[in-house]
Nanobody, 122 residues
Framework: QGQLVESGGGLVQAGGSLRLSCAAS????????MGWYRQAPGKQRELVAT???????NVADSVKGRFTISRDNAKNTVYLQMNSLKPEDTAVYYC????????????????WGQGTRVTVSS
């Protein structure tokens, strides 16, 4: 059974930075595209960023220029570097793995974890 573990969240002031990590078991990591999602209170979960197994990345327009997704193949870990944080970035952040189609459509994803909470104060 594969597993994903998110970490790195916390409380930060507006304008600050955080780096989230998503550690994956090797059986998941080597084959999968990976995605970061977030869910703010009272809102639906939304896709924030994706990275393919080959390293092609994409980020949502709402975070473009501020967030960067990357992966470290030696550590089976995907990162989300978040800069210039805004109060509206406050959410629980999750990662998941699958085909790029599954990641982009949020269908058939199997590895939802507890997420990591990010709170941005104004």
């Amino acid at each position: 059974q594969g597993q994903l573990v998110e970490s790195g969240g916390g409380l930060v002031q507006a304008g600050g930075s955080l780096r989230l990590s998503c550690a994956a078991s090797g059986t998941i990591y080597s084959r999968a595209a990976m995605g970061w999602y977030r869910q703010a209170p009272g809102k639906q979960r939304e896709l924030v960023a994706t990275i393919t197994s080959g390293g092609t990345t994409n980020v949502a327009d709402s975070v473009k220029g501020r967030f960067t997704i990357s992966r470290d193949n030696a550590k089976n870990t995907v990162y989300l570097q978040m800069n210039s944080l805004k109060p509206e970035d406050t959410a629980v952040y999750y990662c998941n793995a699958g085909s790029l189609y599954q990641i982009e459509t949020m269908t058939g994803l199997r590895y939802w974890g507890q997420g990591t909470r990010v709170t941005v104060s104004s």
